[in-house]
């Protein structure tokens, strides 16, 4: 790819997890030295307010350059993408505001990153953009957070853990979601409620429903895969689990990023995400008050009933909290006669804290093109590899052995 004139640029600076990926890269890049960089919103005043408070950690921020335009103008994203390596966006929802920056990165060969949780908009970005991606050299990789990074790399670590210790593939890879401490924005609140609204659309439902929908081969026959079960006793790990709230949306990426992996499918692992609960009741209480909120946000009146009483876009934890979250999850790749496993660790808040690191880091190696690999709309584990697992230490994302935890 040649020189252009930004490594990255951050879209939806002004926002509050925007403003999280702003500030995380001044810490940590030296503006203007180590990377060229440039924010990315709607509003003048409000990028310098940003700006002026990113020149408060690092004077040199001062100087940073402040791109001007409309997420939903397809001219503008088409005249943005050319002029960066990669481009990460945390303007949400992206079914509603993200198609035309995707569309103008995959034209233009430009990476992007983002931290949508929408299976649809991701189903829509293969569809649309993949053959395009291919052949411009563009990575367009959604879900570069919480949404689904834990998940998508946690499986990628423990299946090469498994290779190099077995000398062959897993036939599946089940992932326990041991510990979640954290709270909500009012982005993360607007992006569900988005989907709520748009699950009475048949074609958004379908998606949704199928466990492999994002596959590459998403037309081949079903396995036992699912995303969504009852409160029971797994005999693998000895504790209850049951459904966790992001496992339809983590379990499709994953699924991806396998398929593009192990292109025949009779030798591809099967992925498996669950909670673990300390007892059968406090599973059960879980999964009721999950498909409790789903059904009741799903129903119109009741939807704009709540709407003004929860966090607004703009809005979100503050930092002690932020600092106070963490997250577990158990990652364990398996063939029924050997297993190896990876515990992955945020010392974060999940949603905000860790999750604007995580696209930081993301974004960062993109925009170094440390895991070369063809375009297309990829996986996080697919588009960056191992690049990715060393950077995500810097971010209080680790990989290590067992300790800590339930």
Same mark, same amino acid.
């Given at each position: ?63 940073? $350059? ?15 993408? $050319? ?99 954290? #709270?909500?924005?009012?982005?993360? &609140? ?57 496992? $339809? ?59 003004? &009483? ?40 999940? #949603? ?55």
């Amino acid at each position: 790819m040649p020189t252009r004139e930004f490594d990255l640029v951050l879209c939806g600076a002004t926002g509050f997890t925007g403003a999280l990926v702003a500030q995380y890269l001044t810490r940590h890049e030296s503006v203007g030295r180590d990377l060229r960089w440039a924010l990315h919103g709607r509003n003048r005043a409000k990028l310098e307010a940003v700006r002026a408070e990113l020149a408060g950690i690092d004077p040199a921020a001062a100087q940073l $350059p402040l791109l001007v335009g409309d997420a939903l103008d397809p001219a503008a994203m088409a005249e943005l993408a $050319p002029r960066a390596t990669a481009i990460a966006t945390t303007v949400g929802p992206y079914a509603r505001y993200g198609r035309p920056l995707a569309a103008a990165c995959a034209k233009a060969g430009t990476h992007y990153c983002d931290l949508t949780g929408e299976a649809h908009f991701v189903r829509d970005l293969i569809d649309q953009h993949h053959d395009t991606c291919r052949a411009s050299g563009a990575k367009l990789v959604p879900a570069c957070g919480f949404d689904s990074i834990p998940s998508d790399i946690g499986a990628l670590v423990a299946i090469d853990r498994f290779a190099q210790a077995h000398g062959r593939a897993p036939t599946r890879v089940d992932t326990y979601v041991r510990v979640v401490k954290g #709270g909500f924005s009012g982005g993360t &609140m607007a992006s569900q409620l988005s989907i709520s609204e748009l699950s009475a659309d048949p074609a958004v439902r379908k998606v949704w429903a199928d466990p492999r929908s994002l596959c590459a081969d998403r037309g081949a026959p079903r396995t036992d895969e699912a995303d969504i079960f009852p409160v029971a006793i797994d005999k693998r790990i000895d504790k209850w689990t049951g459904t966790f709230l992001m496992a $339809p949306f983590n379990g499709k990426v994953v699924r991806r990023g396998l398929s593009l992996r192990y292109p025949d499918a009779a030798g591809r692992p099967r992925y498996r995400e669950q909670m673990v609960f300390g007892s059968w009741a406090q599973g059960q209480a879980y999964t009721t008050g999950l498909w409790s909120m789903n059904a009741s946000l799903s129903v119109g009146w009741f939807r704009r009933l709540v709407t003004p &009483m929860l966090p607004q876009p703009g809005e979100g934890p503050v930092e002690a909290a932020r600092k106070a979250g963490r997250f577990v999850f158990q990652v364990v790749a398996s063939d029924g006669d050997a297993q190896a496993e990876v515990w992955v660790r945020g010392d974060q808040d999940p #949603g905000y804290g860790s999750t604007s690191g995580m696209l930081s880091e993301a974004a960062l190696c993109l925009a170094r093109n440390e895991h070369p690999c063809e375009g297309g709309v990829l996986t996080p584990a697919t588009a960056m590899g191992q690049a990715l697992v060393k950077r995500l230490p810097r971010a209080g994302v680790t990989f290590g052995e067992r300790g800590g935890g339930r």
